[in-house]
């Protein structure tokens, strides 16, 4: 199957989740062409005995400079013979926050401080693997190189 993710938000993330529920098997996504098992076939890859619901969920960061319109899902059952392999995807589009810009020439008598903001998503949403993520600009200059 496929996840259209054509004309989003530029500052949004894309995480896909996989939870494999019974059986033995590898998910295989590729961006806007068929993913497989070959090895040009598949920008990400992740088998029944990795973390694919977690640390090793595949995710697509607003810093990557290809961002798909499409990403193709294919999932290979790596059991016996009439065995089966039972999956759940939770796929889910994060939405990143807006850069904070910390003041000129913070230095150890003027320090910035701060602190992360709330989960951007509701209590209701269970599940998802977060990321915290705090965006900064510090614009550093010759009077910052000189000190």
């Known amino acids: 199957f496929y996840v259209d993710?054509?004309?989003?938000?530029?500052?949004?993330?894309?995480?896909?989740?996989?939870?494999?529920?019974?059986g033995s098997g590898t998910v295989y996504i590729q961006g806007d062409d068929f993913a497989?098992?070959?090895?040009?076939?598949?920008?990400?890859?992740?088998?029944?005995?990795?973390?694919?619901?977690?640390?090793?969920?595949?995710y697509v960061s607003e810093c990557c400079s290809a961002k798909y319109d499409r990403y193709y899902i294919t999932l290979r059952?790596?059991?016996?013979?009439?065995?089966?392999?039972?999956?759940?995807?939770?796929?889910?589009?994060?939405?990143?926050?807006?850069?904070?810009?910390?003041?000129?020439?913070?230095?150890?008598?003027?320090?910035?401080?701060?602190?992360?903001?709330?989960s951007v998503y509701s209590p209701t949403i269970t599940g998802v693997e977060g990321d915290s993520y705090d965006y900064y600009i510090l614009t550093i200059d010759d009077d910052d190189l000189d000190r």
């Open 77 to 118: 059952n790596t059991g016996s013979v009439d065995s089966v392999t039972s999956v759940r995807f939770r796929i889910v589009e994060t939405p990143i926050s807006v850069p904070i810009e910390i003041f000129d020439h913070p230095g150890e008598g003027f320090q910035y401080t701060a602190t992360s903001g709330p």
């Open 36 to 58: 497989s098992a070959t090895e040009s076939c598949h920008m990400y890859m992740c088998s029944s005995n990795e973390d694919c619901d977690g640390l090793d969920r595949f």
């Open 5 to 22: 993710y054509s004309n989003r938000d530029e500052t949004s993330r894309l995480s896909i989740q996989t939870l494999f529920t019974q």
